[in-house]
């Protein structure tokens, strides 16, 4: 089954960056779109930024303008570039592809946003 690993998160003070990466496997990684999610302690987990195999991007209001999405299908490796950071970004952050259907969590990458 597809395998997704994320890394990069890690504690940052506010107005900070981090940049997170996706590595995925056991998919054909350049076909689907793939999204960045986040999920903060007692939250649903949400969309924060989505990229199609052709490039286009879709950011969540909070995020936009601050985040940046973007994929290297010959890695199969998708990223997410947070600049801005805001206590608010605090959450666990995790990559998938929905369409048609989201695969199996990975474990995740936790972002802490704080000074």
């Known amino acids: 089954q597809v395998q997704l690993v994320e890394s990069g998160g890690g504690l940052v003070q506010p107005g900070g960056s981090l940049r997170l990466s996706c590595a995925a496997s056991?998919?054909?990684?350049?076909?689907?779109?793939m999204g960045w999610y986040r999920q903060a302690p007692g939250k649903q987990r949400e969309l924060v930024a989505s990229i199609t195999a052709n490039g286009r991007t879709n950011y969540a209001e909070s995020v936009k303008g601050r985040f940046t999405i973007s994929r290297d299908n010959a890695k199969n490796t998708g990223y997410l570039q947070m600049n801005s950071l805001k206590p608010e970004d605090t959450a666990g952050y995790y990559c998938?592809?929905?369409?048609?259907?989201?695969?199996?969590w990975g474990q995740g990458t936790q972002v802490t946003v704080s000074s």
């Open positions: 998938n592809f929905p369409v048609p259907a989201l695969r199996p």
């Open positions: 056991r998919i054909s990684f350049s076909i689907y779109t």
